[in-house]
């Protein structure tokens, strides 16, 4: 092998180590996460307690049947918004409803969902375009409320 074509393997070497460097950097940070936040009320009653709830669409009715024990579902309220890259960031959802989410590590999050000021539940769990994850606490009753969270995207 010549000296020049030596040297021209030991720069190529060099700039292949850098790039891959750079990609495995930008692989590794994290991301700013923007989600939507639905809080939902469900009940085996036909209407809910409050005129404001409208009913979700047949199609999220459907999904939620599957998981849930309740026929009928109704929106309390949706909220999209953005959790910073490896911080947390609270949302008010009702007068009684906070959820508080952490972006960390991996595509996960940690999310804190407060009932009156007190922490009800706590998960840590994949959040991933395309899915979504549910947290709720136990009601009094035949109903219950929960909040599902979706990854709208990441930038």
Same mark, same amino acid.
């Given at each position: 092998?010549?000296?020049?074509?030596?040297?021209?393997?030991?720069?190529?070497?060099?700039?292949?180590?850098?790039?891959?460097?750079?990609?495995?950097?930008?692989?590794?940070?994290?991301?700013?996460? #923007?989600?939507?936040?639905?809080? @939902?009320?469900?009940?085996?009653?036909? &209407?809910?307690? %409050?005129?404001?709830? /409208? *009913?979700?669409?047949?199609?999220?009715?459907?999904?939620?049947?599957?998981?849930?024990?309740w026929?009928?579902?109704?929106?309390?309220?949706?909220?999209t918004?953005?959790?910073?890259?490896?911080?947390?960031?609270?949302?008010?959802?009702?007068?009684?409803?906070?959820?508080?989410?952490?972006?960390? #590590?991996?595509?996960?999050?940690? @999310?804190?969902?407060?009932?009156?000021? &007190?922490?009800? %539940?706590?998960?840590? /769990? *994949?959040?991933?375009?395309?899915?979504?994850?549910?947290?709720?606490?136990?009601?009094?009753?035949?109903?219950?409320?929960?909040?599902?969270?979706?990854?709208?995207?990441?930038?």
């Amino acid at each position: 092998m010549t000296r020049g074509a030596y040297n021209f393997l030991q720069r190529l070497g060099a700039v292949v180590m850098a790039a891959t460097m750079m990609l495995w950097s930008f692989g590794a940070s994290a991301a700013n996460l #923007e989600i939507n936040l639905k809080l @939902i009320w469900g009940t085996n009653d036909a &209407k809910s307690p %409050n005129p404001k709830h /409208k *009913p979700v669409s047949p199609e999220l009715t459907n999904k939620l049947r599957k998981i849930f024990q309740w026929k009928n579902y109704f929106e309390v309220n949706d909220v999209t918004g953005r959790v910073p890259s490896r911080q947390s960031k609270k949302f008010r959802l009702s007068d009684k409803c906070e959820i508080e989410i952490t972006e960390m #590590e991996g595509p996960k999050v940690e @999310i804190k969902l407060y009932g009156e000021g &007190k922490v009800v %539940n706590k998960i840590t /769990k *994949p959040l991933v375009k395309g899915e979504s994850v549910f947290i709720g606490a136990e009601d009094k009753g035949e109903n219950s409320w929960f909040i599902m969270i979706s990854l709208v995207n990441e930038d």
